[in-house]
């Protein structure tokens, strides 16, 4: 089985605090996700990782960076948080299941509040 | 602008009947599509995907099915479960997966004893 852990469930930070989330995989997979859920805008993709110490933006990446230092270990950087960052945070990773066909296996979420 | 669209935020169906989820594209570049099923506080849960190759895949009491000409997937359960009950997301990716996935708001299916 998959699986995919995040160092804290819930999370409470001042505005202005440099954050730091935490995703660990155990199935060496190459690709690794972060996303954001929040009420009526569905899932949105933040960064996303091929390899270690490789990065791409996904849709949504202002205010926030990455580090992918070892292949399973995925972090998720806030600089200097701000209120509109409150929101539940996803970790992913990915395995294919065919040619062309990877599914995204996600973690159990980071609720971060940010005051 | 969206690119996966779900209509209806919510969905009531009574245990044992059919539920089926609905969901509309409008990149024409999406060639990977799946389907997850998330309760509150959890993260989502891999349930079923289709590739484009493909019109329909079945999984146990779960079936996608993919209608290219239309831009529209639908999720059939059957029958439908307490256990069901949850926020479906759909979701689509133009690179088999690769590069991340572009989900819709989700359905909010809920069975009814």
């Known amino acids: 089985d998959v699986k995919v852990t995040q160092s804290s469930r819930y999370l409470v930070k001042r505005t202005g605090e440099k954050v730091f989330l935490e995703c660990v995989q155990d199935?060496?997979?190459?690709?690794m996700f972060w996303y954001r859920q929040d009420p009526g805008l569905g899932l949105r993709l933040i960064y996303f990782s091929y390899d270690v110490k490789m990065k791409e933006k996904g849709d949504i990446p202002e205010g926030y960076s990455v580090s992918r230092e070892k292949k399973e270990r995925f972090s998720l950087i806030l600089e200097s948080a701000s209120t509109n960052q409150t929101s539940m945070y996803l970790c992913?990773?990915?395995?294919?299941?065919?040619?062309?066909?990877?599914?995204?296996?996600f973690g159990p979420g980071t609720r971060l509040l940010v005051l | 602008d969206q690119q996966v669209k779900q209509n209806s935020p919510s969905l009531s169906v009574q245990e044992g009947r059919i539920s089926i989820l609905n969901c509309d594209y409008t990149n024409s570049m999406f060639d990977y599509f799946l389907w997850y099923k998330k309760y509150p506080a959890e993260g989502p849960t891999f349930l079923i995907s289709?590739?484009?190759?493909?019109d329909k895949n079945e999984d146990g009491r779960f079936t996608v099915f993919l209608n290219k000409s239309a831009k529209h997937l639908s999720l059939h359960i059957v029958p439908s479960q307490p256990g069901d009950s949850a926020v479906y997301f759909c979701?689509?990716?133009?690179?088999?997966?690769?590069?991340?996935?572009?989900f819709g708001k989700g359905t909010h299916l809920i069975i009814q004893p």
């Open positions: 992913a990773s990915s395995s294919p299941r065919g040619v062309g066909q990877e599914t995204q296996y």
């Open positions: 289709i590739s484009s190759i493909k």
């Open positions: 199935m060496d997979h190459e690709n």
């Open positions: 979701a689509a990716s133009a690179s088999g997966g690769a590069d991340g996935l572009t």
